[in-house]
């Protein structure tokens, strides 16, 4: 299998506080994790794209110092949302591709998500 | 540029009824093409997905898509519904050039299923 989890599920904080959601490859490694946010009914947006050992790539639009992105090992990336606002209030979703990937056409992994609701 | 529209963003279906759900794309360069279902509470599973070759593709639980270049088309489809299919499905696209590493996902069609 190849599962991806996240946590927390849901989390709910106040204006002004930092929230870390973690995202981990439970049966496989993963050199490559991406980040992804979802409005409501509107398309996954991907935020940035994170790679083991190096700084993660930030999608044009996405502020680097908001979201904080580590990816320390090959099983786990973390994001963190920074001095959250209201508007930062989302559906948060990771994906992994497996470490033995080197093709193009193979496949991402999703987790569940993190709903992050700020007050 | 790469974008994906999926009309309807609910589709019902009898059981046992033919499910259809659409998806057009845009890409200035050959797609690589996937459609994703995500059960309630559950992360995106791939269903099936496109990359060259035979342009009918079959994937898990029975869906299958047809990659049609002259229409920019990749509709999923699946003969039967069947109540356990109800979710929300996501058609992607990504250029062939970066692959499944960089995926523009559509909005997404929530399948009712009625008994």
């Known amino acids: 299998g190849a599962v991806v989890s996240q946590h927390p599920s849901r989390v709910i904080c106040k204006s002004g506080t930092s929230v870390k959601i973690e995202c981990r490859s439970l049966d496989f490694q993963a050199t490559t994790m991406f980040w992804y946010r979802q409005f409501p009914k509107k398309s996954l947006m991907l935020m940035a794209t994170s790679n083991e050992g190096s700084k993660a790539t930030y999608e044009q639009g996405v502020e680097k110092d908001k979201f904080l992105i580590n990816h320390a090992s090959l099983t786990l990336s973390t994001l963190t949302v920074t001095s959250a606002h209201p508007e930062d209030s989302s559906f948060y979703i990771c994906s992994a591709k497996k470490a033995s990937s080197g093709s193009r056409t193979d496949t991402q992994y999703f987790g569940p998500g993190t709903r992050l609701t700020v007050l | 540029a790469q974008s994906v529209t999926q009309l309807g963003s609910h589709v019902s279906v009898s059981e046992g009824a033919l499910v259809l759900l659409r998806c057009n794309y845009s890409?200035?360069?050959?797609?690589?093409l996937f459609w994703y279902v995500q059960y309630p509470n559950q992360g995106l599973q791939l269903l099936l997905k496109y990359t060259t070759g035979a342009t009918l593709v079959k994937g898990i639980n029975g869906f299958e898509a047809e990659f049609k270049k002259s229409e920019t088309s990749f509709h999923l489809t699946k003969p039967s519904a069947h109540m356990s299919d109800a979710a929300e499905y996501f058609c992607?696209?990504?250029?062939?050039?970066?692959?499944?590493?960089?995926?523009?996902f559509g909005t997404g069609t929530r399948l009712t299923v009625i008994p």
């Open positions: 890409s200035s360069v050959p797609p690589y």
């Open positions: 992607a696209v990504s250029p062939s050039r970066t692959g499944a590493n960089n995926l523009f």
